[in-house]
């Protein structure tokens, strides 16, 4: 049966909504551009250790991105620090790959298992 314009269109918002993560506090606080945005997503629910469709955590993607205050924010309210996603990577992990030195130092000093995954397989963190 031939599908009309409408109809194709109609399927193709249906699948891209599915597939996008819902608006709210838990995916506020993954993208939070600072504390105040972090605190005001916890106000309003958001899980400290929450995770996206991919299991990354708000911490996995806040260290990646370099927000140090963010970052020190979520482990002061019991972000687990050795969380992995689904492609096996860490908070310390993303931010070791994106060249986020002050992000590694922090999650080192507040205990983050100081090993990284490379070709699948577990390495031991070397700093520069």
Same mark, same amino acid.
């Given at each position: @049966?031939?599908?009309?314009?409408?109809?194709?269109?109609?399927?193709?918002?249906? %699948?891209?909504?599915? #597939?996008?993560? /819902?608006?709210? +506090?838990?995916?506020?606080?993954?993208? /939070?551009?600072?504390?105040?945005? #972090?605190? &005001? /997503?916890?106000?309003?629910?958001?899980? $400290?250790? !929450?995770?996206?469709? $991919? !299991? &990354?955590?708000?911490?996995?993607? &806040?260290?990646?991105?370099? =927000? %140090?205050?963010? *970052?020190?924010?979520?482990?002061? =309210?019991?972000?687990?620090?050795? @969380? *992995?996603?689904?492609?096996?990577?860490?908070? %310390?992990?993303?931010?070791?790959? #994106?060249?986020?030195?002050? *992000?590694?130092?922090?999650?080192?000093?507040?205990? /983050?298992?100081?090993?990284? @995954? $490379?070709?699948?397989?577990?390495? +031991?963190?070397?700093?520069?």
């Amino acid at each position: @049966m031939p599908y009309t314009r409408l109809s194709l269109i109609a399927i193709c918002l249906t %699948l891209l909504l599915g #597939a996008c993560e /819902a608006w709210g +506090p838990d995916r506020n606080l993954r993208y /939070a551009a600072d504390v105040a945005e #972090a605190r &005001q /997503a916890i106000a309003d629910g958001a899980q $400290v250790n !929450g995770t996206d469709p $991919v !299991g &990354q955590t708000p911490l996995i993607i &806040q260290a990646r991105q370099g =927000h %140090l205050a963010v *970052v020190k924010f979520l482990i002061d =309210h019991g972000a687990k620090l050795d @969380m *992995v996603d689904g492609t096996g990577g860490s908070a %310390l992990s993303e931010a070791y790959r #994106a060249g986020n030195k002050a *992000v590694v130092d922090l999650l080192l000093d507040s205990g /983050a298992y100081p090993t990284i @995954m $490379v070709n699948d397989q577990e390495a +031991p963190l070397s700093t520069p």
